[in-house]
């Protein structure tokens, strides 16, 4: 049965708080689900009481998008379990759960599947936008890895999305956002990956970054597909690394001893388990938070400079590659598969009043790379246009969906694509 909170009831400004703290919308009603039937419930609560509905999972929507002002709130993080059917080795996770509870419930059996880097990230959003992980190279994306999806749409309806049920909504929900539906269970195909990780992270000198850089967009070319590599770019110099899930690992670290003067060397095995929530941000919604993304489908020597020339924040470069570009294209609606490298630029803080000076920031460093960029992860948009995280023919795709699911865009509190206009 479906918990109602409003505001100055018990639990109410918990529920209501989320990853971001510059995030502080009050909800007239925040609808508390347990079951798909709540869920259903809720959703027609907020059509016919004319409320602007927004779903909470895990919350980590950098511009707060699960919390509307004044509207409803569907929070689903009571719906947060995970069946593992070891026979057909597949994952049945509600649409509440966190990926610490996927991912602990699969380790006991050594299978995994792809998930993104913080535990305490809600399964829904991050698959829903694609879902990058350290496993994406060998076995591609979160939503790469759906085999069905439950989904209450705009007007009540329970339905079920596979390769061969309701296949147009399969298509657009992986990758396509949270814009077709609530999705109360997932069920993920799942590999046998054990339970070793390594980390191995090289720091080098600012003098030394730009020949460091270049060495490491080298190595990435032939990089093996248990290795994700990884780079972090500060005022004070760049490290670079990679991540590899499996046995053994070790045969690159000599290469990258090589890249340039090695300030501080870090090589650490750990469980996969370990890996999964060592970025954890401990201090929960305590600090407001700001970031921009890129994608880059190549790294030239000039984005290496703008890179580690501009003043001002740190930023971080993720490998894509191997499995994810298997997928064909036009198989899915997440799109940028040819993606070399996804660029991240982020920072948090505490005062208020430093939100202008800290936003300016990140926008600056980002617009200094934008020449370089070629599209963008939905999952970071953050006040962009949505026709970055899609090419023209899929996003008309995606709104032609969007008008046989949702006409009327209940579900806009999301990287919003619009219903098209059909012809009568």
């Not at 248990?226 to 670290?253: K, N, Q």
């Amino acid at each position: 049965m479906t918990t109602f909170l409003h505001p100055g009831d018990r639990g109410y400004d918990e529920a209501r708080s989320i990853w971001n703290a510059m995030i502080d919308r009050r909800p007239a009603v925040i609808a508390r689900c347990r079951t798909t039937a709540d869920v259903v419930d809720a959703v027609r609560l907020a059509r016919t009481s004319n409320l602007e509905l927004g779903i909470r999972c895990g919350g980590h929507s950098i511009a707060g998008l699960a919390v509307p002002d004044g509207g409803l709130m569907i929070d689903l993080t009571l719906m947060g379990g995970v069946e593992i059917d070891l026979e057909r080795r597949i994952a049945i996770v509600q649409g509440g759960a966190l990926l610490g509870e996927l991912d602990r419930a699969a380790q006991r059996y050594g299978l995994a599947t792809t998930a993104g880097n913080v535990s305490h990230t809600g399964v829904g959003g991050l698959t829903l936008g694609g879902g990058m992980g350290w496993l994406a190279r060998r076995f591609g994306l979160a939503c790469d890895n759906v085999t069905a999806y439950e989904v209450v749409t705009a007007n009540g309806d329970v339905i079920r999305a596979t390769a061969d049920e309701n296949a147009d909504l399969f298509w657009g929900l992986r990758g396509g956002g949270g814009n077709f539906g609530v999705v109360t269970a997932f069920e993920f195909q799942l590999h046998e990956i054990g339970t070793r990780a390594l980390v191995a992270e090289f720091t080098y000198p600012i003098e030394a970054a730009y020949d460091a850089l270049r060495g490491w967009r080298e190595l990435n070319r032939t990089a093996p597909r248990e290795a994700t590599f990884t780079a972090s770019i500060t005022p004070d110099g760049v490290t670079l690394g990679y991540v590899w899930v499996g046995p053994r690992g070790d045969d690159l670290l000599p290469e990258f001893r090589a890249l340039g003067p090695v300030l501080h060397e870090k090589v650490e095995a750990m469980s996969y388990l370990t890996l999964q929530s060592r970025d954890d941000s401990v201090q929960g919604h305590r600090y407001r938070r700001y970031w921009k993304g890129h994608y880059f489908k190549s790294l030239p020597d000039e984005a290496i400079k703008a890179l580690i020339n501009t003043p001002g924040p740190s930023a971080s470069l993720q490998a894509y590659g191997g499995a994810i570009c298997d997928t064909p294209d036009d198989a899915a609606a997440f799109s940028h598969r040819d993606t070399l490298f996804e660029f991240v630029t982020a920072t948090r803080w505490q005062d208020p009043a430093d939100d202008e000076e800290r936003i300016a920031e990140i926008r600056e460093y980002a617009a200094t790379l934008t020449p370089y960029a070629e599209g963008a992860y939905v999952n970071t948009l953050n006040g962009e246009a949505i026709h970055r995280a899609f090419p023209p023919a899929k996003l008309a795709r995606l709104a032609e969906l969007k008008a046989k699911y949702d006409p009327d865009n209940l579900f806009h509190l999301n990287q919003n694509i619009a219903p098209a206009v059909l012809a009568a």
